[in-house]
């Protein structure tokens, strides 16, 4: 069964930091990966989705790469803000009964002015 | 253009009453999924439609729950019976197809009491 890990659960900043954000899998067999955001009392709203077969993806001031051997994935946000503070979810969809999305618990984030 | 609907925004509802929960997914997007989010659990999946037919349900919790999608477009959510455990955030998200990108929306909060 796959299991979606977040390290750390929450993190707070100050404005201007360079952060990082740890998803770790326990099959590699995934179809892809995808990146979410949640702001309290809101749904999700999507961030990055890299496939099987990338090693990153870019958005803006995210970076998310893709170590699916190891069953690792980063977030990196660089110079956060303070609009930055939401929750981060990260979650896999397995390459078997691949409709579906594995979720992490997430980690959530505080970025202070 | 318009994202993801959901109906209610919020329901409370009493201990034993039955709760329908509505969908409207993004037009065009032909797979839908419902998720439950609640605080011991994280995000879970629940059920996957593509077209009006619903090949995965293997994350509905009990016979209580059950779905329907009606015209490849809306779909309907009924809990019947409601219990306490079944607070949660209820979430529905759209894709063009099976395995695109998931959009999100904002979920509807289930309150029974």
């Known amino acids: ?113 | 253009g318009a994202g993801v609907s959901q109906s209610p925004s919020n329901k409370v509802t009493e201990k034993g009453k039955d709760v329908e929960l509505r969908c409207d997914p993004i037009s065009g997007h032909t797979a839908l999924y419902w998720y439950r989010q609640s605080l011991g659990q994280g995000l879970e999946f629940l059920i996957y439609f593509q077209g009006n037919s619903a090949p995965d349900k293997s994350g509905l919790p009990s016979d209580r729950f059950s779905a329907e999608r009606t015209g490849g477009s809306v779909s309907t959510l009924t809990i019947q019976r409601t219990q306490q455990e079944d607070s949660a955030v209820y979430l529905c998200a759209s894709s063009l197809s099976s395995p695109y990108e998931q959009y999100f929306g904002p979920g509807t909060r289930l309150t029974v009491t």
Not at chain 1, 90 to 105: D, E, M, S, W
């Open chain 1, 1 to 113: 069964k796959q299991e979606v890990t977040q390290i750390p659960a929450a993190l707070s900043v100050p404005e201007g930091e360079n952060l990082v954000l740890n998803c770790s899998f326990t099959d590699s067999a995934i179809y892809n990966l995808q990146w979410f955001r949640q702001d309290p009392g809101k749904g999700l709203t999507s961030l990055l989705l890299i496939q099987s077969s990338q090693r990153e993806q870019t958005s803006g001031r995210l970076n998310a790469s893709l170590d699916k051997s190891s069953g690792r994935s980063t977030l990196y946000i660089a110079a956060s803000q303070p609009g930055d503070s939401a929750t981060y979810l990260c979650a896999v969809r397995p390459n078997t009964g691949f409709q579906k999305l594995v979720f992490g618990t997430g980690t959530r984030l505080l970025v202070s002015p």
